[in-house]
Structure formats: C-alpha cells, structure tokens
C-alpha cells in the first residue's frame, strides 16, 4: 500500500534552515504529484511546495525560502526550508495523488516544525 513517511522537523532558531523528506513506497513515483502541506494549531492545512513530473507550484509565502525536490531513485521528496520565520511553525505533511492543484488520498503521519528564539 502507499506509505508517506516524514523527516527532518524540530525546533529551529528564526532565519534558521531545516530540510525536510518524504520517503515513499507503495506507487509509481514517476506518475504522481507529491506535496507538502501545513497546519499551525487552530487554522486550516495550506498547501506549501507541491511538485509533479513537469509542474512545481509554491505557495506566495514560501516562495524564495522554500524549495521542493525528487530523488527519483530513492522515490523521496525534499522540502528545503530556509530563512524561517516564526509563523512557519506548524506540523508538515507529505501528500500524494495525480495533481498539483489538489491535494491527493494519500498522506504522511506529520511532522513538527517549530520556529522560535
């Protein structure tokens, strides 16, 4: 079955980096579209980073801190987080489906990121 499992979370300074995976197992990882979401206590999951065979879409508030990546050969995504900010925090999520533009069936068990001095 398909299997989504997070990496790399913790707490981290403001301005600080973390590099975040998801290494998958269970589809064909060519075909699909991977994504990262987000949901900080008490709001809604937001799309992050999501990337696909021939699309990578960020969303406004990462772009140019954030950067999304495949390893093809190890079927794992990497959510590459730089210049945090203390409203980053929140607990990440590796999803997957056929689409950049909605969030698929599948998802990790989240990780926590924390951003704070």
């Known amino acids: 079955q398909v299997q989504l499992v997070e990496s790399g979370g913790g707490l981290v300074q403001p301005g600080g980096s973390l590099r975040l995976s998801c290494a998958t197992s269970g589809f064909t990882f060519s075909s699909f579209a991977v994504s990262w979401y987000r949901q900080a206590p008490e709001k809604e999951r937001e799309l992050v980073a999501a990337m696909s065979r021939d699309s990578t879409r960020y969303a406004e508030f990462v772009k140019g801190r954030f950067s999304i990546s495949r390893d093809p050969a190890n079927n794992t995504v990497y959510l590459q987080m730089n210049s945090l900010k203390p409203e980053d925090t929140a607990v990440y999520y590796c999803?997957?489906?056929?689409?950049?533009?909605?969030?698929?069936?599948?998802w990790g068990q989240g990780i926590q990121v924390t951003v704070s001095s």
């Open positions: 999803n997957a489906g056929r689409s950049t533009r909605v969030a698929g069936d599948y």
